[in-house]
């Protein structure tokens, strides 16, 4: 894992794998709107990938050319947000337009197209727990998923918006999980399906996973996509380490409840902050799994206080910090700094040290947000492992990774065995 030693200024001294000069480095999009669009965000925009999936580049491009004219570069601000909603409004007239003509096909994609720019209109982070955080961002949100649920009319397979009850609840819980659900037999259908709990990130949520959804149903699968404690509506307390435990404990419960899933084939796919979720479940919830995918996990190392040092310098497009502070309850910064590895970590905490599911680790070596150290070190702990690492990619092993992750489903989904 690298030599540990107390460096001149108290910090650990560890030699990342990803290196000294790129751990120490600053990335230039940190540099304000104009830098963030110029040498992170216009190439990916244009070629319609992530965070841009569903979205179209002449969408955005007068959008950033706005906020670089008025030099607005706090992303979190009131201008950031409002730059974006009148394309997001205008493309769901347009979508309506089309839908009324009998387009739906048409309606669909300038739907998504709107959801795509409210996406990045809400940016960087927004939670309502324990109270909204961005009350524009939220707005964002809110409009974000009545335009999905516009698009997804149009579907053959439809979405399904279910309140699930949490009834595992305790203390500051809140009593129900909203969950996306899209079933490869359509709403009426009784007949049980494998499953794959797709586990959302810090900022990518239930609206924002169209395509993975659409892959799960070619193969047969549903979808069941929720987000995780701290972030958009989960319902989990934030602050409590064991909340998700509790959370996965009564999704799992209603999933068999229903009698619309094959319990015997249900796996979990947790990305980017979402991965820690994933190795967690796999070791808490192990029997009633048939595997889980952690992509861009972190669960020690990027909690320690010498990683977050320099993290809000690293890939993100945003400071990292300050939202991972509130996901995780914490009030201030330097509080979560201070006491949240102690606290959340999966090897302090012994969670890794249990037997697991099947638990395939998929990351880029050069990860800047969630240290490769911390999926490394999982095979020091628990069952055996299995893993795919990108030499020389960053966080999540994109673009690559994807190449990796379904043929494993796969093949695991192939092993699965149906449960009376």
Not at 4 to 19: E, F, H, L, T
Request: charged share 20%; net charge negative.
């Amino acid at each position: 894992m690298g030599s540990k030693g107390a460096g001149k200024d108290g910090s650990s001294g560890r030699n990342w794998i990803m290196g000294t000069q790129a751990f120490e480095a600053r990335m230039p999009h940190h540099d304000g709107i104009k830098a963030l669009w110029e040498t992170k965000w216009k190439f990916p925009c244009s070629k319609v990938v992530y965070p841009f999936h569903d979205g179209a580049y002449e969408d955005f491009e007068p959008i950033f050319n706005h906020l670089i004219e008025n030099n607005i570069n706090d992303g979190t601000s009131l201008e950031y947000t409002n730059a974006f909603i009148p394309v997001a409004e205008a493309l769901t007239a347009m979508g309506n337009a089309a839908l009324a003509s009998g387009d739906s096909t048409g309606a669909s994609a300038l739907y998504l197209r709107a959801c795509t720019v409210y996406r990045i209109a809400r940016f960087p982070y927004i939670t309502a727990f324990p109270e909204v955080n961005n009350g524009p961002k939220w707005a964002a949100w809110e409009a974000q998923k009545q335009v999905y649920a516009k698009a997804a009319s149009t579907w053959s397979i439809p979405l399904e918006e279910i309140d699930v009850p949490h009834v595992q609840a305790k203390g500051a819980d809140r009593k129900s999980i909203p969950v996306y659900v899209r079933h490869p037999g359509g709403k009426a259908s009784t007949e049980k399906a494998p499953a794959v709990i797709l586990m959302t990130g810090l900022d990518g949520y239930r609206p924002d996973n169209t395509v993975r959804c659409e892959e799960f149903l070619a193969r047969g699968w549903a979808a069941v996509v929720v987000e995780i404690p701290g972030t958009a509506d989960c319902p989990a307390d934030s602050a409590d380490p064991e909340s998700p435990d509790r959370l996965w404990s009564s999704l799992l419960d209603w999933m068999e409840g229903t009698g619309r899933f094959e319990m015997g084939a249900v796996m979990v796919w947790g990305l980017s902050s979402g991965g820690y979720y994933a190795i967690r479940i796999a070791h808490t919830h192990r029997e009633r799994l048939v595997g889980s995918i952690a992509q861009g996990a972190g669960c020690h190392y990027f909690y320690d206080r010498d990683w977050l040092e320099k993290a809000d310098g690293h890939e993100y497009p945003f400071q990292l910090t300050p939202a991972m502070a509130v996901k995780h309850g914490y009030k201030t910064v330097e509080e979560y700094k201070e006491g949240v590895q102690k606290k959340f970590s999966l090897l302090e905490t012994g969670i890794i040290q249990k037997p697991s599911t099947r638990l395939l680790l998929i990351n880029g070596t050069l990860d800047g947000l969630m240290p490769i150290e911390d999926s490394m070190m999982l095979f020091e702990y628990g069952s055996p492992k299995e893993a795919r690492f990108f030499t020389g990619a960053l966080h999540m092993g994109y673009p690559m990774a994807n190449a990796s992750v379904y043929p494993w489903m796969e093949s695991v989904m192939a092993t699965a065995k149906p449960r009376n």
